[in-house]
């Protein structure tokens, strides 16, 4: 299940060499994410549990600019125990400007541990 977010670059967005910096991508990576879990999860889900990144790996293809129209998408993939691999793709039109592969771990909100996945999670969110 592929979920998407589409926005403009704004000016605090835009580093020294006049493109986007770094640090905005990150953001957009994990703006997505929870937007996708807010988007997807029951309100009892989302009381319950909570998610926190433990790795993200980003390839930077090719740079934005202030004003283009970019495209956020986000998928989760294979997950393990307690922890699941999400995909994000940040794009200009059919031009891909950033490839990004991130690790969440689940937490129960109760304990602040972690906690295993739910099948009924893995079924919302179609993991392997």
Request: hydrophobic share 40%; with cysteine.
């Amino acid at each position: 299940m592929k979920f998407s977010l589409v926005f403009r670059v704004s000016a605090e967005d835009i580093d020294e060499w006049g493109h986007v910096n770094n640090v905005a991508y990150l953001r957009w990576v994990q703006n997505v994410a929870v937007a996708h879990w807010r988007h997807a999860a029951t309100e009892e889900q989302r009381e319950k549990f909570t998610w926190v990144v433990t790795r993200h790996e980003i390839d930077y293809k090719k740079p934005a600019f202030e004003n283009d129209e970019i495209t956020s998408t986000t998928w989760v993939c294979e997950g393990k125990r307690a922890t699941c691999e999400r995909f994000t793709e940040i794009a200009r039109g059919e031009e891909i400007l950033v490839k990004a592969r991130s690790i969440w771990c689940i937490i129960d909100r109760e304990t602040s541990r972690p906690t295993r996945i739910s099948s009924a999670l893995r079924e919302l969110f179609h993991m392997s």
